[in-house]
């Protein structure tokens, strides 16, 4: 399905879609061979999406029509199938195919004698959709499809996607141009793009997605009831790519929706009001995901106005939710959004925590607690919540921010699959070692009936739909990982640059490369050692090191003239090391053993304290500073190694955002340094220009 | 003119026109008895005015109804005529009544023996109108009316008023409520409204009125072609009090407007345009103002983008103007907003000078040069702008923002009328002793044809009109002083706590001492010793003392470990200081004779150097900070003790902004005494809190 064409002039950029012609003819006359046949006979509509993907992909890649039909015609085909032990097409060991999930796929190539065919086969319409890009990813990979033998299962449940877009159009955090979905408090009129968007998300294995943004707003909050027509085309639209529909909303809908006066979880009037909407919506969706929640933080509502702990607040909703199949999803992100700066009793990190870890085993089952990667706010280095882990009880799941918040706005180029690795690795001991962040947040370390991955998205209606063409890859990375969080960054950097780029030598080396150190590029220019936050307020971009710091969102570095940090630990500090489990609550507690990139989010301490890299803090800064910008500068050259390499558009660009960026990281370079300089009277010990 | 009243409740604040019947019965037979009878037979609009406001007022005052008439009945009678040397009732000294100006008046007692009269008398319905008030205002203080002698004359030619209102409604840097004008784009349908506006204006000798903010956006463009009408309705509510109506213009209307691709004033085409657009609004409106113009500042289109100078720029516009009287005023608020804050060659404050002075003598006559106060931007405490008394060819006018962009946006009281009256009468030494600014912008010392005052307004539709009651004072004074910039603060304090709020010995004593200090407690709590700046970028409202430290746009402190200041001096720093003439320029040079509040913004200085006060920096800074808040809560404990002697509504109101302020007075403190205390690690010598 190539976009939409006007006027000789694509509409947006394919991402990793680009299904072109092949070439190489040795190659193309095997898979020719092997692709001209389908057989398939299945009614479901998410199957037949996998089949129309499979033809209309063969034809732009090998340039064929292949036959469609419910009988092989020919010694070699394709069969897409759902599982079925009756079909004469299942030529595989019965212990094998068991292993096949609802969502994943088999295939396989089998060779009967007198018949060869590839034989991709699921549970579900959406595996076969799966298995179909897998299998079209292997031609695009050039692989040897004589000898197939694959199953693969999704090892996370929720994939999920949530979206930040407003009706008005604009995105709350979105660098991207505007909403995909809406425009002027309407459904956008251009819903081919939505089709092509969801045809992406499928492609790389998303099976849920929040349409609007967890600040939920007036004209939002209609999306449960009036305007749930607009919810029904976007849910048609998913469904036939096997994505389900979910919808943020106002905890106070009650009370803006009716007459009531109250959105008190126990009032029977606001629990009665629920169970009618959601019913409501079931009857127009019968497949509609469920809710996404963002109560009591950020001046959002919620069930603490009532003097309700946010048990009580989720279990009335999911009770309404539970009859039809669909669950709740209760964001952890909530603090003490007033907080009085001078006020040392009270960190923010120990928040989510604090709000939820006693309530352990009072949730329903149909609830799921949303958990940010970080205990403060997608910064560029923090430690991993320590909440993940510390609710045997309770389902979790992970939120990572795809959207480039307070990692460059999509005009730096920052890689996020490489943090959220280490995120995921990061071992919780919850259960002793072992306990990873991705165990948990799979379901299997705790058994957790749902669970998973929620991703806030970077896309937008720019033709290139991320802002930064090289930040399509932390879409697809992100569901990468949710799909199988073992998969390494440098394979999913290799699939998406061969997927989107091809695959010369030099092209895949030289982007793997740039992707892979970006992040760190990023930090090393960024606010030093894991201290967060020196950024202007609101908009979250550049350097202000003290723009959170007299403010009261619970953000502080605590400069002075002789030390920096904010001591989190039990003996002198604020005790959040005590929500770790023991191994990393002592590894946190000590600097002797906390990693240099986070000693400062855990510890206050002398500028001159010297680090287990052997030199001081302030020296760090100075050196990482300008080693941020000479590797910014770096990138460039990598990228201008490319000319004639990459398609003029995407080199052109890219360029443009990578000049951006050296220029930026200078003005962080300059700024943090100039801070840090000033206010400490110590020299670079290289004497290099600060200001 | 009682404001609209709606179901019995009033739509707005009466201010200081507030004028209520008399009770104290003496003086109210007496006044009644000569104020029974008017004697008008005037035809013109304006004077009409006059006449209608004194027999409204008097009704108000007095409960009657004075007879109009075009001759006396009775013994006692009021007179208001303009000067006609035939008139019966002139019975003045020839050489006296000379000396009444065209704007001017007279007021005197005639008594013939056999008549008895207050003869008000003026050049223009415009002098009729502010005689009127000078009359109303006397009876308000119950003054002795039985001997009236009295001839004034305005000291400035022009007493403008700057609206920065945008026709979507919004108003820049407006902190009370949306545009009186305006709303969506459209002419506001509540012209009441500003037909009281005008009358306020007027009974203060405001004479000129720009409508629209001198950032000319894509609406207000059109103000002078086919949205004119909107100029005209203005207008005709205007001329009616006497006020002369303006506009402020984007420099690159022939872009916009018509299908001309440059703007450059050398062009015939450009010219030819202005004089056609030019010769159009005054057949609309005949007695048009002119315009203002904000050119090549923060973004604004200008002749520098067509390599021609400001005089260059000005004179082809003031050229279309001239042939109707027009005339062109053009700020001087122009300078590098892309600085690098890294580049120490350039001084914002260096800017306006350096752009204009040069070019004295090469403007035409009625170009008019609007030069804020200071050479920054309207911060609580700058030096006077050294370009006042710098262009003997060249008319200048003195800009004031009335608004509180800076000094707490009303919600903070910080009363400005002494602030001004320091810059009104700092000597520049232009042509020697007692070259003061007032001198200047009079027009007395370089004879100037034009000249005068300019306040940026703080009205907007709120109900009290200027978000804070008390902030009234600060518009009633500003035109007061445009009036005579020779009356007292105390003076004007007074008039306008009698007019507003009666006489009572209290009331008077108490409000005129909140209000003469309020500038400097502001000042003690912001940022400290003339440096500046200290606050949160773009909305300029809450302390942040690096806020501005890293920016664009010039204003930097420098603070470090050991000191702070920019050096302005001619001998080590940027020069600044030259452009004051010998006197100012030696002062200022040397921090043993610069003033104690101005030091940092001429110097750069240790903590620890010792201020004509005895105090270090450091401690001043501290001890300031303190004194601040204290002075605050004084400031409340005053106003509580007029509870019940000042109504409900504007006592409570201004309790609960005196509160905010005193809890925003604390975050001032406690904000700037951390920063300071943290980079220097110098304690406080009385051991009070620091964070």
């Known amino acids: 399905m190539a976009n939409c064409i006007t006027g000789g002039k694509k509409r947006y950029d394919d991402c990793w879609l680009g299904f072109s012609p092949f070439v190489d003819s040795t190659v193309l006359e095997n898979y020719k061979k092997w692709c001209s046949n389908i057989v398939f006979d299945e009614e479901g509509e998410t199957a037949r999406t996998a089949c129309d993907e499979l033809v209309r992909s063969l034809q732009d890649m090998l340039s064929i029509k292949p036959a469609v039909s419910c009988k092989p015609s020919g010694e070699h085909f394709i069969v897409l199938e759902l599982i079925n032990e009756d079909s004469p097409y299942i030529k595989?060991?019965?212990?094998?195919?068991?292993?096949?999930?609802?969502?994943?796929?088999?295939?396989?190539?089998?060779?009967?004698?007198?018949?060869?065919?590839?034989?991709?086969?699921?549970?579900?319409?959406?595996?076969?959709?799966?298995?179909?890009?897998?299998?079209?990813?292997?031609?695009?990979?050039?692989?040897?499809?004589?000898?197939?033998?694959?199953?693969?299962?999704?090892?996370?449940?929720?994939?999920?996607?949530?979206?930040?877009?407003?009706?008005?159009?604009?995105?709350?955090?979105?660098?991207?141009?505007?909403?995909?979905?809406?425009?002027?408090?309407?459904?956008?009129?251009?819903?081919?793009?939505?089709?092509?968007?969801?045809?992406?998300?499928?492609?790389?294995?998303?099976?849920?997605?929040?349409?609007?943004?967890?600040?939920?707003?007036?004209?939002?909050?209609?999306?449960?009831?009036?305007?749930?027509?607009?919810?029904?085309?976007?849910?048609?639209?998913?469904?036939?790519?096997?994505?389900?529909?979910?919808?943020?909303?106002?905890?106070?809908?009650?009370?803006?929706?009716?007459?009531?006066?109250?959105?008190?979880?126990?009032?029977?009037?606001?629990?009665?009001?629920?169970?009618?909407?959601?019913?409501?919506?079931?009857?127009?969706?019968?497949?509609?995901?469920?809710?996404?929640?963002?109560?009591?933080?950020?001046?959002?509502?919620?069930?603490?106005?009532?003097?309700?702990?946010?048990?009580?607040?989720?279990?009335?909703?999911?009770?309404?939710?539970?009859?039809?199949?669909?669950?709740?999803?209760?964001?952890?992100?909530?603090?003490?959004?007033?907080?009085?700066?001078?006020?040392?009793?009270?960190?923010?990190?120990?928040?989510?925590?604090?709000?939820?870890?006693?309530?352990?085993?009072?949730?329903?089952?149909?609830?799921?607690?949303?958990?940010?990667?970080?205990?403060?706010?997608?910064?560029?280095?923090?430690?991993?919540?320590?909440?993940?882990?510390?609710?045997?009880?309770?389902?979790?799941?992970?939120?990572?921010?795809?959207?480039?918040?307070?990692?460059?706005?999509?005009?730096?180029?920052?890689?996020?699959?490489?943090?959220?690795?280490?995120?995921?690795?990061?071992?919780?001991?919850?259960?002793g070692k072992g306990s990873t962040v991705k165990r948990v947040v799979d379901g299997s370390l705790f058994d957790y009936k749902y669970s998973g991955f929620a991703g806030v998205v970077n896309v937008g209606r720019d033709y290139n739909w991320t802002g930064h063409y090289l930040a399509q890859a932390n879409l697809y990375g992100y569901a990468r990982l949710a799909w199988n969080p073992e998969l390494s960054a440098e394979k999913i950097t290799e699939e998406w640059i061969k997927l989107t780029y091809g695959s010369d030598p030099d092209v895949l080396g030289t982007i793997s490369d740039m992707l892979l150190k970006s992040w760190r590029i990023y930090e090393n220019y960024n606010a030093p050692l894991g201290i967060g936050w020196m950024v202007n307020p609101s908009y979250h971009y550049g350097p202000n090191p003290d723009g959170y710091e007299y403010s009261r969102w619970g953000t502080?570095?605590?400069?002075?003239?002789?030390?920096?940090?904010?001591?989190?630990?039990?003996?002198?500090?604020?005790?959040?090391?005590?929500?770790?489990?023991?191994?990393?609550?002592?590894?946190?507690?000590?600097?002797?053993t906390c990693p240099d990139e986070l000693i400062l989010f855990f510890h206050r301490l002398p500028y001159t304290y010297r680090l287990k890299s052997g030199k001081t803090i302030i020296q760090h800064i100075y050196d990482t500073h300008f080693e941020g910008v000479e590797q910014a500068k770096e990138l460039r050259e990598q990228w201008l190694s490319l000319k004639g390499k990459v398609d003029g558009l995407r080199f052109e660009h890219v360029l443009k955002r990578l000049e951006e960026q050296i220029e930026h990281a200078r003005e962080w370079r300059d700024v943090i340094n100039s801070y840090f300089y000033r206010k400490t009277g110590i020299p670079d010990e290289k004497g290099r220009k600060i200001y």
Request: charged share 25%; proline share 3%.
């Open 92 to 431: 595989v060991d019965k212990e094998e195919i068991k292993q096949v999930s609802f969502e994943g796929f088999m295939i396989k190539t089998v060779n009967t004698g007198r018949e060869k065919y590839i034989y991709i086969a699921a549970r579900s319409g959406r595996g076969l959709i799966y298995g179909v890009f897998k299998f079209l990813y292997k031609l695009v990979f050039r692989s040897d499809i004589e000898n197939l033998h694959i199953i693969e299962n999704p090892v996370n449940p929720l994939r999920m996607i949530n979206h930040w877009d407003n009706m008005d159009g604009s995105i709350e955090r979105g660098y991207a141009g505007r909403s995909l979905f809406y425009e002027g408090y309407e459904l956008t009129e251009d819903l081919d793009r939505v089709r092509y968007y969801a045809r992406l998300l499928a492609s790389v294995g998303i099976n849920g997605v929040v349409i609007n943004n967890v600040n939920v707003h007036y004209q939002e909050t209609r999306l449960v009831a009036d305007k749930i027509h607009v919810v029904k085309t976007l849910a048609d639209i998913f469904r036939k790519y096997g994505i389900q529909t979910y919808l943020s909303i106002n905890y106070a809908s009650p009370i803006q929706l009716t007459g009531l006066d109250t959105a008190d979880p126990l009032d029977e009037r606001v629990a009665g009001w629920w169970k009618q909407t959601v019913d409501k919506i079931y009857e127009v969706i019968p497949d509609f995901g469920g809710f996404l929640v963002k109560a009591d933080s950020e001046n959002r509502p919620g069930p603490y106005t009532y003097n309700r702990n946010h048990a009580e607040g989720a279990n009335m909703i999911a009770r309404a939710l539970k009859p039809h199949g669909g669950i709740l999803i209760w964001r952890c992100f909530v603090y003490n959004c007033q907080q009085d700066w001078r006020d040392l009793s009270i960190d923010r990190a120990k928040a989510a925590y604090e709000n939820y870890q006693y309530l352990d085993g009072q949730f329903m089952d149909n609830v799921i607690l949303q958990i940010k990667n970080g205990p403060m706010d997608f910064q560029v280095r923090e430690p991993v919540s320590p909440l993940f882990g510390a609710m045997k009880y309770t389902n979790q799941m992970i939120e990572l921010q795809i959207t480039q918040e307070y990692t460059g706005q999509q005009r730096h180029l920052c890689y996020l699959i490489p943090m959220w690795k280490e995120v995921l690795d990061f071992d919780t001991y919850a259960k």
């Open 556 to 592: 502080y570095h605590k400069a002075d003239h002789e030390k920096i940090g904010v001591d989190r630990t039990v003996k002198n500090g604020t005790g959040f090391t005590a929500q770790y489990f023991k191994e990393n609550m002592e590894m946190y507690e000590s600097p002797d």
